[in-house]
């Protein structure tokens, strides 16, 4: 299974981006799905997360700015950023719940990450 993540560049602030992430390789199910980041020194933290039946859960810092959405047909979730800071520069990686083919749990996968800058 990979995550292939693209939609990262820079921004001035207050600007937006939109975020884009394909699972593929031999998946039966994807349950949640979600998006951390991870900015220069400091430890990854979780921005947004969706279930496979669309309820949503969002970082304090993000709320009202950022909204997570999903594609189940096409395995891919999305991040919508809207008014974005320079504190939300940072490496922005995804993530899946994955159940492959041939197996009975779910692990988890991260993908390779895009770099979202944010000049003031």
């Known amino acids: 299974v990979q995550l292939q993540a693209s939609g990262g560049g820079l921004v001035q602030a207050g600007g937006s981006l939109r975020l884009s992430c394909a699972a593929s390789?031999?998946?039966?199910?994807?349950?949640?799905m979600g998006w951390g980041r991870q900015a220069p020194g400091k430890q990854r933290e979780l921005v947004a997360a969706?279930?496979?039946?669309?309820?949503?859960h969002y970082a304090d810092s993000v709320k009202c700015r950022f909204t997570i959405s999903r594609d189940n047909a096409k395995n891919t979730v999305y991040l919508q950023m809207n008014m974005l800071k320079p504190e939300d520069t940072a490496i922005y990686y995804c993530?899946?719940?994955?159940?492959?083919?041939?197996?009975?749990?779910?692990?988890?996968?991260w993908g390779q990450g895009t770099e979202v800058t944010v000049s003031s």
């Open positions: 390789g031999s998946i039966f199910s994807i349950n949640g």
């Open positions: 969706i279930t496979s039946g669309g309820s949503t």
């Open positions: 993530n899946a719940q994955v159940q492959g083919l041939g197996y009975l749990h779910e692990y988890d996968f």
